[in-house]
Structures are given as C-alpha cells and as structure tokens.
C-alpha cells in the first residue's frame, strides 16, 4: 500500500464510487458525500462536506492533508444545470476553482474532472487544441471552470471526460441503468441514432483519473478509442446483456424536446493521453466485466 494519500470529491457518486473502489486497494483514500455518505464505499474514510461553504472546504484539506485531491463532484446533470444556472455554478464553476487556488497555496496535486461538453458537436473529433464552445449551461461551467482552474493553479490537471457507463453506486447510476432495466423486462429502449460519443467504462475512466494524479499541467481528453453513436452503443449493451436487439428502437435528437441543447458529435481524440500511456479498453470488454449486467 503506498503512502500517499489521496482525496475524492464526489465519493457517493458514480464516477467517485467507481474510482474509490479502484484506489482504496493501494492507498489510503478519502472520500466526501454531501447528502449520500452511505454510498461512500467500504475502506474509504468518509467526509461530509458542502463544497458550495468556503470553511468546510478548508476543513476538508485540514483533516483529510492529501498528496493529491480528484476532484469529481458536480451538479453533473445538463438539464439540470440548464434550468438552475445560477445555483449549480456555486459548485461546478465557484468551488472547483476554489479548491484548485487551495490545492496550489498548500502543495496539494489537484485533477479536475471536465467534459466532453465544453466542444460544440459540430467538428469532430476535437483534440485539446480546439478553443471550448459549448452549447448548453453545464459545458459553459465547466469550460469557465478550466479557464480559471488553469488561471489559478497552473499545475492542475484538466481532464474532458466522456460520456460514461459502468456498475452504479448505491446512490447514482450511469445513462444504461434506466436502459438495462428496461431491457431486462422486455421493454423496447429508443436511443439517438445522430448522437455520437467516445465514451468509456468507468473503470477505464478512473484508471486514467488516477494516473494522472501523477502527471502536472496537463488538459487531455480522456475518450474511449470507440466513436459510437448512442444508438449503435445500446445494440452493443443488448447483446453483452444477452438481451433480444430488436428492442433496441433508433431515434433522433429533434424528435426529444429537452431543456439542454445537446451537441450532436463530441467525439474527442485522446491520441495525446494515449500516447503518454492512458489505455481505456474497448467498450465490449468494459461491458462484459459489469457486475449490473448479471444481476
Ligand atoms: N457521468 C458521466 O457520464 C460524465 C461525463 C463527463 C463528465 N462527468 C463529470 O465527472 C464528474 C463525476 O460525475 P458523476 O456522473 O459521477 O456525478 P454524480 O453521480 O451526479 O455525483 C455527483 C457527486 O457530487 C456530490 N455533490 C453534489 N453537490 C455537492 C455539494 N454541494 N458539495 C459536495 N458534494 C456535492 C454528490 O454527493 P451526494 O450524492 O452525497 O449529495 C455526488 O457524490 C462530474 O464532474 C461530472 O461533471 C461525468
């Protein structure tokens, strides 16, 4: 077990919960919930924390005193950012540049969790180079985030993530629960055909988050090597899930009203990531090693 320490924002969520379980076998990891400690899993000591509160942002740092934070909690919803703009910018834009002033001014390696999202969806794939133009809210903030992150803390690292599937936590699933559910059931699933995504395991995506808490000064894109429209990726999750393709139903963005604009192709090249060692693997093999999919 090394002895660095290391710290989770975001520990009862998704990605957090995905990438806690990887990390607590080799180091000493914690982790904070705001409302779900519950979902914090086993071997990670827990924290509750409000990020959007300066003092208990602090506290956080004081207690837990890690060689690196991870920082993954969001308001990580674009609908919900869309319709609650001012509110969900308090913690996706404000707290995350806050902690990552914090993380330079007490020598703490700080990794910051972006998206896909910042890219406009209409010139794909995107490298690292192509300026942000986000279509909606939560690309906004967190393309706002990276600017200041970068501004603040020139050692920070600036991850864009994908669009993410894999096993939930306790208290937060990835876009299949609702579609495995479905499927599970006999129920037919509609996904947009004209929707594209490089999208990644979980356990993928916190394996390259964790090796790059060992990297300074980086923006990369960690995408999968796959770029699958959403539909062609649900022919995919029907079959790892030996369930009948047929209900698998094509679909395309204009025929869903939704409050959040959705760019149509976000596909990113992670060449640069790759190169220097990030090594996702393919979205079949992710697949048939989730748990959710033989429950
Ligand atoms: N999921 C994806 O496909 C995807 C794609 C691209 C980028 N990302 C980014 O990856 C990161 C993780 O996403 P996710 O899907 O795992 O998110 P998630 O499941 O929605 O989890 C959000 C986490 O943030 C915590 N949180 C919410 N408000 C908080 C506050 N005021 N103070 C402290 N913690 C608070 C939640 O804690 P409680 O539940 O305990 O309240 C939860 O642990 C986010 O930055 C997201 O933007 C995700």
Known sequence: MSNQKLLVTGASGFLGWNLCRIASNVRRVFGTARSRPESIPAGVSPLIVDLTAESERRRMLEESAPDALIHLAAASKPNYCQLHPRQTHRLNVDAAVALAELC?????GFVFASSDQVYDGNNAPYTESTPPSPVNVYGEQK?????????????????RMPLM??????????????????????????????????????QSAARGLLWTAGLKGRLLNLGGKERLSRYEFGLRLAAAAG?????????????????????????????AAFALGYNPLPVDEELARLSCLNE
């Open 143 to 159: 393309a706002e985030a990276e600017r200041l992150i970068r501004d603040r803390n020139p050692s920070a690292v600036i991850c």
């Open 104 to 108: 330079a001014s007490m020598g703490i």
């Open 165 to 202: 599937f894999g096993d939930p936590s306790p208290s937060a699933g990835s876009f299949i629960q609702p579609f495995l559910a479905s499927l599970k059931s006999g129920r037919p699933i509609r996904l947009f055909a004209d929707e594209y995504r490089t999208m990644v395991g979980a």
């Open 243 to 271: 369930a009948d393709s047929s209900l698998v139903e094509a679909n395309r963005q204009c025929e869903v009203a939704m409050p959040a604009p959705r760019p149509s192709d976000v596909s990113m090249d992670s060449s």
